[in-house]
Each structure stands twice: as C-alpha cells, then as structure tokens.
C-alpha cells in the first residue's frame, strides 16, 4: 500500500506538469484546472484530476506539509480512494435526479384532473387540510381571506394522487404553487396556472437585507422543510428529487449556506451535501508565517477576534455590502488568487485599494483600528474567493 500510495502521488504531480497548472495556493490550482476543463469538457484525464484534486486531504497539495511515515501516507491515500468512491456515487445520483427533473419540466399544461377512488378522498381530505394549516400559518392568512384555498388545494392533490410525476414532488410542487401564487391560490376560484410558472428560476438579493426580504427567505425555506417532513413517509415521494428541484429554482441555497450554514443541509441533495462538505480553502495547517495575514499587519489572531466579537453587528452590515462591491469587482479575486503564497505586499495594497474605492472608512467604528479592518476586508475577500472556486469547480463537474 505504501508503494501504491507513492506512484499515485508521483502519477498525480506528472499530470499536473503535463497540463503546466498553477501550484502556488490551491484557489489558484482548483481554479485554473476547472477553467481549463471547461474548455476541454469531454477530457476524462482533466475531469479525474479534478475530482482527485478536490477529494485530497492534504496528502497531495500541501506545499508546508512536513513529511510523513509510509504508513501515513498510505492512510491518505485510502481515504482519498474512500471520498473518490463517495462522490462519485453521489454524482451518479445527482445525474438520475437531473433526469427525472427534465422529464417533470417539459411538462408545459397541466394534465386533466381523473376521477380518483372514493376510498382515496378521505386521505385527499386530511391532506389539504394540513396543507392549508400550513399556508396559513406561513403566509399569516385567516380562514375569512382564503376562501377558495381548501377546494384549490383539494383540486391539486387530486391531480398529484393521479400523476406519478406529480405525487413524487408533492412537497416541492405545493411549495412552488404557494409561494408563486399566494394569492390567487387563497382566492381565485377555479384557480389554474401554466406548469412552466412553476419552474421558472428565481434570483433573489441575498445579501441586501431591508429586513422584509430576510424574513421572507427564512419562512419560506421553513416552509419547504415542513412540506418534506410532512411527506417524507409517502413511498411514492422522492425527497432528494425536491431537494434537487428547490436548488435549481431557486439561490435561497446560497442564502442558506452563507447565514445559516448548518441548517443548510436539510435542503440539500447527496451530491450538494458533498460540496457543502468541501475544503478548497487556499490555507495550509502548516502555512509559512510570512504569508499570514496577521503577522503582515503584527497583530495577533486574539486581537482580530475580540473586535470582530465586539462589533459584530456593525461587521455584519459591511460584509454584506463587501459582498456586494467584490461581486462587482471580480479582478480584486483574480489579484489575490495569484499572490496567495507568492506576494502577501501585492494583497496588502490591494486591500488598502479595496478600503479607499468602496469608500470603507465612514462604514466602520472608529474604535476598530485601520489594521484591523484591513484584515475584516480579507477576510470578506477569501470568503468570495472561496464561493467562487467552489462554484466553478462545481459547475464544471457538474
């Protein structure tokens, strides 16, 4: 195993030299290699070294590592083998996912309501009736201003009890009729809708909270999750399908991930679990003191910390704004990703750039040090990089 472990290190690094990518910081490496298999999408030797690159666990790209024992290194290697085996599993079931998915999309009417068994109507009944508890309870609506929401809603459990490609979304399908049309749904007799209403991507401003907006994103992902709960006995429903359909329909995901991260699992499908799982952070355990940023502005990490504890929620209203300015200033990312571990001078001048250009001084309290928003400002800056990196590198994959 240890000799094993050696030749596929070694078979690792000769592929790298034979497609000239980038080893300075692993942003920079993931990145490169991601864009170039874009260009070389159907490349299986490019598309494995990815997938290689993204499952390592240090054993591969660490340029501070210290050396380990053969025993270590074999150790390594199986789980390297072990997260290959995982993702690729995964990838086979997000691909199923994908195609029953494409299959419930290109549906454009809505099929004619059957008739269903009398024996069928009762267990209709009990569930439009929690369906309408919940409406109500997620959208604040009274019995009096839903008049047609109970027979609206019987109507449509109907059609899922008779359409296989319709029950096995059910949670996502009645999400997606609520929260598209709320209120023609409680009022509108008769109400009907096109299915390609439903499916339809939504882009939501995530990271602009006017305090509404927030609140809105935070009951309707609750209302999702209680949707899946409620339904998740049902032999006939596919919840990792309606995980899939909610992470393509909408970003609410990333809103998710950034604010709450954890919760963030419960949404996801095997092969998003995966990703949100991921590492490709540029930081090595072992990094070479020169390259902190903490020692480039002679601070300590504590320092940093207690003002960030401090004012966290005067810190949380530039992040967001931070966000915003980078989204619109991509070359700040492509600045760092080249000098992570080669120019920690060429980062420090690009933050003091970044603080000047978004005009930073007037939105931080006094009482924070210059230094120690500069580091707030890298901080933000890694944290874009990071989701960025992530998401080629999932895009391409994909």
Known sequence: MNQTAKEFKKNFYKTVEKYKLPL???????Y????????ESENPELRQLLITSICDNGYLLNQFSVSKTGEEAAGDYRQIQQKITKYNHAYESEQTLKQLWEQIINRKTLPVLKSIPNVLHTTCQQEVEHLCYLYR????????????????????????????DYRIIAPFFFYQIMVKHTKRLATKSDF???????????????????EKNYKSYKRSCKL????CKYYKTDININIQLCRYGFCHSYNLIEWLEYFTSKKSRKFLTRLDKFYFDLDLNYLEP???EKYNIYSAYQMSEEEYTYYYLEYSDELFDIENYLKNYIDAHVE????????????????QNSLKEIYNDAKLKDLYPQMIPYKVRLVHVFEILITCLDMGVKAKVKKVLY
């Open 224 to 227: 999702f999750k209680h949707l």
């Open 24 to 30: 300075q910081n692993k942003s920079i490496f993931y």
């Open 32 to 39: 490169t290699l991601a864009d170039r298999l874009q260009e």
């Open 192 to 210: 009907l809708f096109s299915p390609k209403s439903l499916w339809k991507y939504m882009n939501y401003n995530i990271f602009t909270n006017n």
């Open 332 to 347: 700040y990312l492509i600045i760092c990703m080249r000098n992570l571990y080669v120019d920690i001078t060429a980062i």
């Open 286 to 288: 072992s990094e070479a």
């Open 137 to 164: 309870k997620f959208f604040l609506v009274t019995d009096q201003n839903s008049p047609e929401l109970y027979n609206n809603l019987f109507t449509y459990v109907m059609l899922t009890k008779t359409y296989p």
